[in-house]
């Protein structure tokens, strides 16, 4: 009970925190709109011309969803470098309470701000020319959670690595760029050098990317254009998340024990 | 009753050894204090005695508990104010409260209740919707130690509960402290390098380089240096050197000014004063203080500038009643 109630009381200060500042809620949707927007419309005439098959913008659309879970995953759970860093982390770490619980509570807390904001993307789906119904939004939402769970454990994993700010930038470079351009959100993985393959391979954002766009798109583009775009079946890509997940929530709540 | 007991408490760090086997108890409704200057150990301490570091060697109890078995009932048992603030900026001081008072195990129909209490013991409860960011440096300051009370623990843990505060900020927490311990009994445990504040203590241990080299009331460690302490400031340091040990005066040198320890202050001048050949530019006299017994007892002094020091004990001597 106890357990409960301090993932309980951490994850809702996750979520004051974030309704609390309204700037960050502003631009984890601008950054979307933009890429959208300025890639989106930017190419789409382009390759309409050519032999892709798909209107860019729908191609890039799911793409996009993943990759605002992503962002907000991460720098929801990198936060707790922060907290390492002014002090607040001081305060949860002398009070009487699990540690494993803290972990969970800081990971859900991240997941459902992650969901949550790209369910809100959905909104967009008419605008780009997306047929959304409810048993698709439901499935949808299924991925983005699954999605959000992985990103948000491999975020505190890293953040309990993490001794100060400083490395942030570092890590954004090496790391965040590098999972968010190969995920297959801007181009398909099918046809791409082998390096790149087994980057996007390990990289759980191309099985989200691929799994969303799967879903999404299976009644706008024929069957066979779709399949030619996406790497797994949507199984395969469950499966993945699921595992990777669950790795990642391990070996980020015993990472967090031993360094917190 | 020792609500603290420390027995050969030891922390190393490689080959540093910053707590070096240090034993004490506090008392129940006792004002404890470690004096120091920066980096002899009090906050290690402290934080080992929290059981945020896991100490190297040697035992603590604190509420009969130990630091390293029974962590969770020893961070029950403890209200800890931190040296550098720990609140959440983003959120009021109720929800603040809150957040601490539901990972302490404070009952749900308890916490209005309670809330109130400590938020009017430091008159903030006026002020608890408000979000933290806006708050002063001071009512964070007495923020958290509100925060530190409501789960009703055994003792009050407060590292250097005035750095960074104006002088008078501080000596207005500390009208808050010292209603804590008059109206709740409270135990206090606090680590400080600011002399007169640690007057207020009922008793200090005055730690260096990881050692404690005297425990005691503060009257009493004064009253151990025996008498007054005589200054004498001269540029030609020297030879008044030489000549102060020509007259088999001891003394103990800081820069260019000399202490000297004598029982009857008033008598001694004059007789000082008709014996020195050498100039001298200035000289005072004063009762002990706890730098004097500091310096004496380690041949240092804990004052970090001159200027601020003197400010300081201006604004402690000013108003302020010594415990």
């Known amino acids: ?50 032999n892709f098959g798909v ?39 002398v009070a009487p309470v699990s540690r494993s619980a803290i972990a969970f509570g800081k990971t859900l807390g991240a997941t459902t701000i992650a969901s949550i904001q790209a369910l809100l993307l959905l909104v967009l789906a008419p605008l780009i020319g997306v047929n959304l119904n409810f048993t698709v939004v439901i499935e949808l939402f299924g991925i983005m959670l699954l999605l959000s769970l992985a990103i948000s454990g ?59 766009r799967q879903i999404m798109l299976a009644g706008e583009v024929p069957a066979q254009v779709l399949s030619k775009l996406s790497v797994f079946n949507i199984p395969v890509d469950v499966m993945f998340l699921v595992g990777f997940a669950l790795v990642m929530i391990v070996a980020a709540v015993a990472a967090f024990r031993k360094k917190a | 009753m020792n609500i603290i ?8 760090f490689g080959k540093f050894t910053a707590v070096d086997a240090i034993s004490f108890d506090v008392a129940k409704g006792e004002i404890f204090g470690f004096l120091g200057p920066n980096g002899a150990g009090k906050t290690t301490t402290i934080n080992m005695l929290a059981t945020l570091l896991p100490p190297t060697a040697g035992e603590a109890f604190i509420n009969n508990f130990s630091v390293t078995r029974d962590l969770d009932e020893v961070r029950r048992s403890i209200g800890m104010v931190f040296q550098d603030p720990s609140l959440d900026d983003k959120l009021t001081a109720e929800e ?20 109130e209490e400590v938020l009017k013991l430091v008159d903030l409860f006026e002020r608890r919707k408000e979000v933290v960011k806006h708050f002063s440096g001071g009512m964070k300051r007495r923020l958290e130690i509100a925060r530190g009370l409501i789960h009703y623990p055994a003792v009050l843990f407060l590292d250097e ?9 501080r000596a207005g927490l500390w009208d808050y402290i010292l209603k804590l311990k008059r109206e709740k009994q409270m135990t206090i445990f606090m680590t400080t390098h600011y002399m007169n504040e640690a007057e207020y203590c009922d008793r200090i241990g005055i730690i260096d380089k990881g050692k404690i080299v005297a425990l005691d009331t503060p009257a009493n460690l004064k009253r151990a240096l025996g ?16 000549e102060l040990k020509k007259l088999k005066i001891k003394f103990i040198k800081e820069n260019e ?17 008709k014996k020195l050949k050498t100039s001298i530019d200035r000289v005072e006299m004063h009762e002990p203080t706890l730098d004097d017994v500091f310096l004496h007892l380690t041949g240092r002094a804990i004052r970090e500038t001159e200027a601020s020091e003197k400010e300081m004990m201006k604004a402690g001597a000013r108003g302020r009643r010594f415990h």
């Open chain 2, 5 to 12: 007991e420390v027995k050969n408490l030891t922390k190393k």
């Open chain 1, 154 to 212: 491999l975020g505190l994993l890293i953040a309990s690595l993490m001794r100060t700010t400083e490395s942030f930038g570092l890590l954004m470079q090496l790391l965040i760029f590098p999972l968010f351009f190969l995920s297959g959100a801007f181009f398909p993985l099918t046809n791409v050098p082998v390096w790149m393959e087994w980057i996007s391979k390990a990289n759980p954002l191309s099985y989200g990317v691929d799994a969303l």
């Open chain 2, 227 to 242: 008498g007054d302490i005589v200054v004498v400031h001269g540029s030609k340091s020297v030879e008044l050197e030489k």
């Open chain 2, 96 to 115: 603040n409260l809150r957040f601490h008072a539901r990972l302490y195990g404070v009952p749900l129909s308890e916490y209005e209740k309670r809330m």
């Open chain 1, 55 to 93: 209107d860019y913008l729908k191609f890039m659309y799911p793409g996009i969803l993943a990759m605002s879970v992503m962002g907000v995953a991460f720098f929801s759970t990198i936060s707790t470098v922060w907290d390492r860093e002014f002090g607040f982390l001081k305060e949860i770490l």
């Open chain 2, 161 to 169: 509960p005035t750095l960074g505060l104006d002088p008078q900020t």
């Open chain 2, 257 to 273: 000014s000399f202490l000297i320890k004598t029982h009857e202050g008033e008598t001694f001048l004059p007789k000082l004063l």
């Open chain 1, 1 to 50: 009970m106890k357990f409960l109630i301090t993932i309980y009381t951490i994850w809702q200060r996750e979520l004051i925190r974030y309704w609390r500042d309204k700037t960050r809620i502003i631009s984890t949707f601008i950054q979307p709109l933009m890429f959208l927007a300025i890639f989106g419309l930017g190419l789409q005439s382009t390759l309409a011309a050519g």
